[in-house]
């Protein structure tokens, strides 16, 4: 854990301390597995009728961190009420995996926010991929599109950084829960597929089939990503 989350951790615990508990719910430690559920098929249909054939998508995710107030801004929620501190590498092509424990705290979450592999900490100069970003992005896709005789292969990377040092690349999303001890996993939702079908590969062909950041591709899907279909977070009870 960071110095920083454990600052953000010791004050958490302090809030819920006997000394607040005229202001403050009193909370309790809690662990539970987050799994990402990503959705992509090896084959699809993409726009203008082209098949869309990935041999190999991956998916940096993490850190993400949530927060007990609408607004999960690092300016508004410097406590986190749960947080995944690390980086997962995700093959959206393998299925649902484990990405290890989220550590917090029993109460309400009512927002998330997070970063894609590329951070930006009050430590770092500039934008940062970790080790876990694949070839130093936030996704990589590689395939080709086909249609009728016409073939594409392409290599599609797209980078999710934060605008200013010290946020998130999203710093505020969607994410709603009241999480007690019977909490067991948190399910995080990746639906690959929905960016890459925001992707005109007509467009993609007159790019030459490498799609990175100034071109239209990488604008399209990327706003599928913060915007569109961002990553979903459900909180699951029981088995």
Known sequence: MSARSARRFALAALLASPIFACASTPSSP???????????????????????????????????????????????????????????????????????????FTGAIRSASYDLGMTWLDTQSAVTPQPEAPGGHSLLVRGTARRDARSLPFELAVDVVPQFQGQRAVPSAEASADVGADVTRLEIGLDVQAWLGAIDWEEASREGGRLTEGGKTHASVLLGIKNVRPPEFRFVRGP
């Open 30 to 104: 809690v662990s539970y597995d987050a799994v990402v559920v990503p959705r992509l098929a090896p084959s699809f249909e993409g726009q203008g009728g082209w098949t869309v054939e990935v041999r190999e998508a991956s998916v940096a995710f993490g850190p993400l961190y949530f927060c007990a107030s609408e607004a999960g801004s690092a300016t508004v929620c410097d406590t986190a009420q749960a947080e995944i501190a690390r980086v997962a590498r995700v093959d959206a092509l393998a299925g649902p995996r484990s990405i290890g424990p989220v550590f917090g």
